[in-house]
């Protein structure tokens, strides 16, 4: 029952921590879809070609 009642409590702390920082997320804080450098499109992912750059 004590395992439980952790669990809950647990779940509640996450849940709070959540709520919380979507409050405080501005409205247009979203993953870019362009590269910061070299402004190729990458959907969120990293640039290939600033990656390809950092490897040589």
Same mark, same amino acid.
């Given at each position: 029952?004590?395992? %439980?009642?952790?669990? %809950?409590?647990? &779940?509640? *702390?996450?849940?709070? $921590? *959540? ?8 409205? !247009?804080?979203?993953?870019? *879809?362009?590269?910061? !450098?070299? &402004?190729?499109?990458? !959907? $969120?992912?990293?640039?290939? *070609? ?5 490897? %040589?």
């Amino acid at each position: 029952m004590v395992i %439980i009642w952790i669990g %809950i409590a647990t &779940g509640v *702390l996450i849940a709070c $921590g *959540l709520i919380y920082k979507i409050i405080k997320s501005s409205k !247009n804080s979203y993953i870019s *879809l362009k590269c910061k !450098n070299c &402004g190729f499109k990458t !959907n $969120g992912l990293k640039c290939p *070609l600033c990656e390809s750059e950092k490897r %040589i």
